[in-house]
């Protein structure tokens, strides 16, 4: 089995790329990706806190403790020629599509970053589809990693990729959820959810659309075997995820940032959890549907979660860093009623996953470690 990973160098393209050297030890697994991320944080004025070493490096550390069957492909998916040449050479039977411009705020700075975030996500994913049909490998499983962003908010509770829809004479349908992201960034990934399920529709080809929550933690059970395996760990308002960043704060003892009144609803999945389930997609497969999982084990309100951290820090450290409530410097809805349903997401896990603070001890222990980066980039945290 051939398996392409893109994004490998990224938050968690890097850590999978380990659990599916473990999990499929027959496989090739290429992995490609233009090491761009780490240009955009740079850019930001910002930096990982865990130090990564270069591509080359962490091939010869992971070779160390037998993950001996990656292979890294420099190259930038927006290059069509490029796509084409790797997917007529490689022929994958898997294609895992995580590299993507993640950020929602960097891609609101301004009109050259929101024109390159789309240019970026849309076309590297439109070449790699199109590659595969123009090459006759419609038969390919097809895997990529949007966002639950696309949802948007709504009054509504959420099913996994589709709403049933009845008109006013009563008339019904089941159709894809609307793309109603409320980010030029989050909104790309709608663009690659309609992409998905026209090739679907037009080809047959199997296209898994993996609905990515809020990804949070440090660690994952390959890489807790050498810190040099370590994955990316960002914290700056641009890159760093909410839980992430907050994780950084009570390091440093600074008030967690509450973005508005609070109130806003937002789902959330282990780093664990997030590889895991990506490895049980490619090991289930997929018979020609456009299939759509909601990748979230837990969804809770913004305010509740900085509460729950506060008590958590009391009782690790005999203090909390306490909160502050800041004006709100994105555009969203801060009320919502809506629920995610995730039974078939839950279902690749068999049940079991991570809580959202099973490893907040372990994920503090490693910060804590890095605390000089952390107060270097203690002006980084807000805009």
């Known amino acids: 089995m051939k398996i392409l990973l893109t994004g490998i160098d990224g938050y968690i393209g890097w850590p999978l790329a380990l659990k599916l050297s473990k999990e499929f030890r027959e496989a090739e697994i290429f992995g490609i990706d233009n090491l761009a991320r780490r240009k955009w944080v740079e850019e930001v004025g910002s930096k990982s806190v865990t130090p990564i070493l270069p591509m080359k490096d962490r091939l010869k550390v992971a070779e160390e403790y037998g993950f001996d069957n990656i292979r890294f492909i420099y190259g930038d998916l927006v290059d069509k020629d490029f796509v084409n040449n790797v997917i007529r050479t490689i022929k994958p039977d898997i294609v895992l599509h995580l590299a993507a411009q993640p950020s929602a705020p960097y891609s609101q700075i301004n ?204 009782e690790l450290f005999g203090s909390s860093p306490g909160i502050e409530f800041i004006p709100n410097p994105r555009k969203e809805k801060e009320e919502s009623k809506y629920k995610f349903k995730n039974d078939e997401f839950i279902k690749l896990l068999n049940g079991k996953y991570k809580k959202m603070f099973d490893e907040l001890k372990d994920t503090l222990e490693i910060l804590d470690k890095y605390r000089n980066t952390l107060e270097r980039l203690r002006g980084r945290f807000l805009k």
């Not at 008339?171 to 399920?197: C, Q, R």
């Not at 609070?262 to 497969?285: A, H, M, T, Y």
């Open 111 to 314: 009109l050259d970053r929101a024109y390159y975030t789309q240019k970026n996500n849309v076309l590297g994913t439109l070449n790699l589809l199109w590659a595969l049909r123009e090459n006759e490998l419609t038969d390919v499983h097809f895997i990529e990693t949007t966002t639950t962003g696309i949802y948007g908010a709504p009054n509504i509770n959420i099913g996994e990729g589709f709403v049933k829809v009845v008109d006013e004479e009563g008339n019904e349908d089941v159709l894809p959820f609307p793309n109603i992201a409320t980010s030029f960034y989050h909104v790309t990934k709608g663009f690659d959810a309609t992409n998905m399920w026209l090739m679907n529709f037009q080809t047959g080809m199997a296209c898994t659309d993996v609905r990515t929550s809020i990804v949070y933690g440090i660690n994952t059970e390959e890489t807790k075997k050498d810190e040099r395996l370590l994955t990316r760990f960002d914290v700056d308002f641009y890159f760093g995820t909410l839980y992430n960043r907050w994780c950084s704060m009570i390091i440093l003892k600074r008030p967690l940032t509450v973005y508005g009144s609070g109130n806003q609803i937002k789902p959330f999945i282990s780093l664990e959890d997030c590889c895991r389930s990506l490895v049980e997609i490619v090991r289930k497969g997929n018979k020609g549907e456009y299939k759509v999982y909601n990748q979230l084990t837990e969804y809770v309100r913004i305010r509740d979660l900085a509460e729950e951290l506060n008590k958590k820090s009391e």
